[in-house]
């Protein structure tokens, strides 16, 4: 299910976004507060982000600059909610790297449109553009996996595994969640054999469980900040 986060301190609008898009399947999260957005971003992996200009102790603005220094959010998509309407602050929302504008009060109708695009746009090229995930990169064009730029040949699941890690840096998968990424969840498969796989890729990355990490208890993720 696509999910999409609503960064936004005015509750009314909260409920009537989540409310709206809901009905539309999308799944929602939400952050009230400038300061918590990106911890908010790491941990629930949004589709696409509705982001307000004015919050309580970071600005919209500098949200979204930030979001763009991240190599692996930098094209996420992002939708600027404001109540400032004027060109200049429209071509300052874009200069930082917003995807699109929108002033309010504003049309749902015409925000759902909006978002139906942007995330057309984002399906498409999500297909061309590398996976990035610290000194990993993968093409998934050309089926290729890279490790600090030298090539590492993977077989076809752990190619899969790992691009199911590097799709979501940093999110801790539990072997149920693989299976059913890999392996699909009409067919029976038991959860170690998740654990034979996660072997045979850390051997071809040379990998002693800094890049491919083991969380007690809770399953695998893929080291972001391994260099």
């Known amino acids: 299910m696509t999910k999409i986060l609503i960064v936004e301190d ?3 609008l909260v409920k009537l976004l989540q409310y709206n898009l809901e009905r539309q399947r999308y799944e ?5 507060d400038g300061s918590k957005v990106m911890s908010t971003i790491i ?6 982000i509705l982001l307000d200009w ?3 102790n970071v600005s919209g603005v500098d949200i979204c600059r930030t979001i763009r220094r991240h190599v692996q959010f930098k094209n996420m998509p992002i939708i600027m909610l404001t109540a400032r309407g004027d060109e200049s602050d429209k071509v300052k929302g874009l200069s930082v790297g917003a995807d699109d504008y929108m002033t309010k009060p504003f049309s749902i109708p015409e925000l759902l449109a909006r978002i139906q ?9 999500a297909k061309t553009r590398p996976l ?10 050309s089926k290729q996996v890279f490790k600090n730029n030298e090539l590492v040949e993977l077989g076809p699941t752990e190619f899969r595994l790992l691009q199911a890690l590097m799709e979501k840096p940093g999110v801790v998968f539990s072997r149920n969640d693989l299976l059913r990424l890999i392996w699909g969840g009409d067919i029976h498969v038991q959860d170690r054999t998740v654990d034979v796989h996660i072997r ?3 051997k071809a990355l040379s990998d002693d469980g800094d890049l491919i990490r083991t969380v007690r208890s809770s399953g695998y993720s893929v080291n972001i ?3």
């Open 10 to 12: 005015e509750l009314g």
């Open 28 to 32: 929602t999260c939400v952050c009230l």
């Open 117 to 125: 695009a942007l995330l057309r746009r984002s399906s498409k090229s």
């Open 200 to 202: 045979r890729l850390r």
């Open 54 to 56: 004015m919050l309580p």
């Open 43 to 48: 941990n629930e992996q949004p589709d696409l």
């Open 225 to 227: 900040d391994k260099k």
């Open 132 to 141: 990035i995930a610290g000194i990993l990169k993968m093409n998934l064009s």
